[in-house]
């Protein structure tokens, strides 16, 4: 497929994808809360990687993603009154594999970022109905893309003492092979609209 019909069909996908179910608009407060959340556990995560790294190599960044990750994403959770978490098509934790729509999004993120567009700036939501409760909930996902620092787990090339850490905490571990610039993954956001 050639470049043109690769990007306008990338650009119909992340239109649908996008935008609701047709029922209800977000707010821009409620994206604002959603985006926000992502910046807060983003930064927090990182943070804490860049400690380890320091403190004990890059093996030492296995353990903050297995131990201090899920306590960051409740703490911003709590904070920002929204449930955050991270996925990824190659999850290293099967805990954090993606549902239907997440994959979607996961997969127009890919294709967006291969198509060239900035994946800094890549943000897709939807409003779906709670079927307990029925009230809307935002459902908000932004994409991380793989940094420098993320090879050290992530990429092509990693050291021996890495994989030896990630072998012990993830047996079953398929989040490798990133190159700076890849989409790793995508924050994740769940949240009750406030109109």
């Known amino acids: 497929m050639d470049l043109p019909v690769r990007l306008a069909s990338s650009l119909l996908c992340a239109a649908l994808l996008a935008g609701c179910d047709g029922s209800v608009e977000p707010s821009e407060a409620d994206l604002a809360n959603a985006r926000a959340a992502t910046q807060e556990f983003g930064a927090e995560l990182k943070g804490h990687l860049v400690a380890a790294i320091k403190a004990s190599g890059p093996q030492g960044a ?4 297995k131990i201090a990750a899920p306590a960051v994403a409740e703490d911003v959770s709590d904070r920002q009154g929204v449930s955050i978490a991270r996925t990824s098509l190659k999850v290293r934790n099967p805990g954090n594999a993606p549902d ?11 294709a967006r970022n291969d198509s060239g567009e900035d994946a800094t700036r890549m943000e897709s939501w939807t409003v779906t109905k709670d079927k307990a409760t029925g009230v809307q909930v935002l459902r908000y996902m932004k994409a991380i893309p793989t940094q420098k620092v993320c090879t050290l787990c992530h990429g092509k090339a990693i050291s021996e003492p890495v994989r030896e ?25 769940k949240m009750a609209l406030t109109q």
């Open 62 to 65: 296995v353990g903050v993603c």
């Open 100 to 110: 239907e729509w997440e994959r979607k999004v996961l997969e127009d993120f890919v």
């Open 165 to 189: 850490a990630l072998a012990a905490d993830y047996p079953d571990d398929r989040a490798t092979g990133f190159e700076v610039g890849d989409i790793r993954g995508a924050f994740t956001v």
